[in-house]
């Protein structure tokens, strides 16, 4: 220790540098370096889920469900969408939450990633009002409408 200290005193100025390439190292591979734990893959299926307020009743939450659908359906790299209302998920139980599975067309047909997808129907989605649609980006739920 006492040798490997003494030689970074005399080279106060080249450790220095050192110190100041490898921060800067670290700043660039920071930017260029994918973030994430689990690396996010376009597997052409996107799931989402819906919640109403409380105390909504089955025929409300499924028009909430049927305008949320039809915002989806309308998405030009949709191919199919699949939707439920009134149950559970993820240990969530009430009347008020619903659950879609949406099926994009083939990566060599659509203009669009899932991630755009996703981003379109929740600029759409933002303007209906008394439910929310969330769909999972990495291990988070991100709101799309309130």
Request: glycine share 12%; net charge positive; aromatic share 10%.
């Amino acid at each position: 220790y006492a040798a490997s200290l003494r030689w970074m005193l005399n080279y106060r100025g080249s450790v220095l540098l050192g110190s100041l390439i490898v921060l800067l190292a670290t700043i660039w591979f920071y930017d260029i370096v994918a973030k994430g734990f689990i690396p996010r893959q376009d597997t052409g299926v996107i799931f989402g889920n819906t919640r109403a307020r409380e105390g909504v009743t089955f025929d409300d939450m499924i028009r909430h469900q049927q305008a949320v659908a039809g915002i989806i359906q309308s998405n030009p790299n949709v191919e199919a969408v699949m939707s439920t209302a009134g149950q559970g998920t993820g240990g969530v139980l009430g009347d008020n939450v619903g659950r879609f599975i949406i099926r994009l067309k083939p990566i060599g047909v659509r203009k669009a990633t899932a991630d755009e997808v996703i981003q379109q129907i929740r600029r759409e989605a933002a303007g209906l009002q008394g439910c929310g649609s969330f769909f999972p980006t990495r291990w988070r739920f991100a709101s799309a409408a309130r």
